[in-house]
């Protein structure tokens, strides 16, 4: 069964972006404000819509994720177990996301944080993909799925934002 299981997962990776209607929450074009965490300021930024084209160039895996709105494994990702000080920022448009500093081990198997660096970086959607009903997580400035967010984080949130590593970038501090 395990092996049925990473042959369908191969295959879902062997096809990547091509050829494939896009599931990606796409933001319509315009500005958004973004929190800057380097500079503890609130930018206006133009929103980021990836063409087909550009998101064709990601690795077929990033792109199952980000646009296709797939999920990695669990404990596959190289950030699930990631203890560096940094921040963590959208794959696709650099946004920053989360901090190390709200990372916390969930035994999920997915980098999971129990907030973000600011609301106004993320968005969540309804998801009743599956059979249930889930809060999706997306960039607020590109659309890219991010993962999904639940109430069985830790305190001073509550919340656990369960994310997918190959949507996520690093930057070490």
């Known amino acids: 069964m395990k092996r049925l299981g990473l ?3 191969s295959c879902l990776l062997f096809y990547g972006c091509e050829d494939k209607e896009a599931n990606m929450q796409k933001p319509k074009p315009g500005k958004v404000d973004i929190f800057n965490f380097e ?16 998101l064709k160039e990601l690795p077929a895996d990033v792109c199952y994720v980000v646009r296709d709105k797939g ?11 990631n203890h560096a000080k940094g921040v963590y920022k959208c794959v696709v448009c650099k946004t920053d ?3 190390s500093d709200t990372k916390f081990e969930s035994g999920t198997g997915w980098p999971s944080f129990f907030q973000p660096v600011s609301e106004l970086n993320i968005k969540t959607v309804k998801d009743t993909s599956h059979g249930m009903e889930r809060s999706e997580v997306v960039c607020a400035r590109c659309g890219a799925h991010l993962g999904h967010v639940f109430d069985d984080g830790p305190k001073p949130t509550g919340k656990r934002y369960c994310m ?7 930057v070490k501090h």
């Open 164 to 170: 997918n590593s190959v949507s996520l970038f690093f």
């Open 97 to 99: 996301l989360f901090v």
């Open 39 to 54: 500079t503890g300021k609130v930018d206006t930024v133009d929103k980021v819509v990836p063409t087909a084209e550009q």
């Open 71 to 81: 999920t990695e494994a669990p404990f596959t990702g190289k950030f699930y177990n």
């Open 7 to 9: 042959i369908l997962f």
